[in-house]
């Protein structure tokens, strides 16, 4: 009998007990990048027990120590405490018991450890721990410190670099034809808040080939919705190479040159002179144009020399100015003894013409002999005839003769 009465009084206490070990709350780690909003969710569940107050603790970086920052109350009523203010607001539902809250505009400094604390009555306070991880996404550049400058050693060619990234970020090279060329070589450095650069240089021996050759740094992080493509012209740099001088026009007496070299960085400066007749400096500066006055003084070799910090190169002009004096007598000259000797050439063709003529007529003017007197009259018509005869034969002996 006495054990039936203690039953009850010995089942309640162990009936509540479990009914406090059965209260929980919940929520879940939470990563976000670096501007974005954070939603914290916090639940408590398996009690019918009424609210009292929600409270919110943080324990960061900015924050070592763990310090409340927000108490909400069963009516729904928030008390911002401790700095965050107007980023922070309550995002739940006091009512059936949902805790969660908005942090916005997240930072490097917000990640850490974050409690929600749920207090009922009259069990007394859970709660639950949450960890908000911040991840930053790199700032990509891609260039070099110090341009490569052609030579025979292998050296620095480009520079990828992904700075302050959290965490790490991946950086490849997308290379092409130039992936047996040359070898990516990484660094990695963290600083005081876990922040990570990583440094990719592509390492190769610099020549004039590799000027303007195309590649391409390729980043992957989870800050990052896509993957990041930087393209790249690789910048060699190497003194003046072959000179070439080409004409620009002529503009009446005046005849313009350009100087023209393949160099980068561009040619700085552009040296004009003359080596033959005289030796002198005709002009320096940036300009490559050369305007020579068409006399005969002009006449000569001229050189243009083409320069950068890293060398120069010379090329070489012959100037001879067709139009000058000397070259107009010796045309005169000449014309003047073609036409002479045409004019003497027709001369003799008419003196022997008259020499052919003079025998011609000598000839045809002697008597014709014949057998019978009546025929005397007739002599005019033979003599004609004998002298068409001497003609056609004179033509005939011309022409073979020319």
Known sequence: MMFRIYLPCFCLPLLFFASIKAIKVIGWHVTVTAGDDAQLFCEAIETTEPLTTIRWQRHTKKKPTNTDFLVITSSGKEEHINGLGGRVKFAGNSAVLDGSILLSNVTLLDEGNYTCIFSVFPSGQYKTEIHLRVQVPPVVTVGTNVPAVAGDTEGILATCTAANAKPAAEVLWSLG??????KVQN???VDSEDRYTVKSNLI?????DLN????QCVVTHPGLKQKLELSYTLDI?????VVYISSAGDQGET???LCATDANPKPTNFTWGRSFPVNETLSSGVNSSLIVQLTPDSNGHYYCVASNQYGEAVGYLYMYDKTTPESKTCWTLFILTLVAGVCCFLFWKFELFQRINKILRRDIGQPVRTESPDRAEGTNTCNKTLYWDHTLAWWRGLSSFK
């Open 177 to 182: 034809a130039l992936n047996n060329t040359v």
């Open 187 to 189: 660094t990695v450095t």
């Open 204 to 208: 190769g021996t610099a020549s004039k």
């Open 212 to 215: 303007q050759k195309k590649v």
């Open 237 to 241: 740099h190497y003194p003046p190479q």
């Open 255 to 257: 005849c313009e040159f």
